[in-house]
């Protein structure tokens, strides 16, 4: 991989770097060599703006092909070398569970945002958020992280996900049509983009919960401008939700 050298710090005059940095291919070989350690990444990102901008072109953009190789190549196959959102948001989509702790989003629930060791994504499950009319668009949807015993909430699932080219997807042009608002004053933990609640625009089909193993009335879900899903799911007992995935 070629990478362009810069040395000095292009983006503040006051930074502390004043006597240069390592060249970014040197950067990049010491973090390949780390496989592209999330928790790294972040530390470099904190030491001068340089280093964020290096972090947010290329390292992000490694973790996310080295953690997701498959998904990272359908993301990218429509010939952008870039993604919606940036690829710092898409790293952390995929270790983060956004939890809710904030009040604006979730009211019912008060549980803390953290990261999580490994999640699996699947294209398959993501046609199961989309309404039939909308179901050639690509959205990969991650497993629920399961939170449970929650009081009167029962067990809790968070779950994410990512459309690609959501800028050209059906669900957008539908939201849009719809004249669907965007939250008042929630953002996005990944991006902080605004986001379009899809129960309010009523886009959420009864396809979704079964693949959850929810209960129907008690899921709820978010997408951004750039195309991020986050949603909460109450979760069914075991039992149940093996005869809810066999009747999908």
Known sequence: MILTKQY???HSSSCQCTKGHLSEDVIFLVFQQ????????VTL???CKWFDDLAKRVLWKEFCKTRAPKMMLDLQSSGSHSVDGNWRALGKLLIYCS???G???FNSVQIPGHFVYRTRFSRTSGKSF???QCRTDILYVSDPCEHLDQGDEGDVGFFRGVFKSFLVSKVRKMLIDRAAKLHPTAVCPYCKAKLWDMLQAKMIPQSASCRLGAYEDCIEYYVCLNGHMLGICTLLPLSDSEEASESE
Do not use: F, Q, T
């Not at 780390?34 to 990444?41: D, Q, S, T």
């Open 99 to 101: 939890g809710c702790s």
């Open 34 to 41: 780390l496989n592209w350690n999330p928790k790294l990444i």
């Open 45 to 47: 990102s904190c030491v």
């Open 8 to 10: 000095r710090c292009i």
């Open 103 to 105: 009040g604006r989003l």
């Open 130 to 132: 989309l309404l039939p």
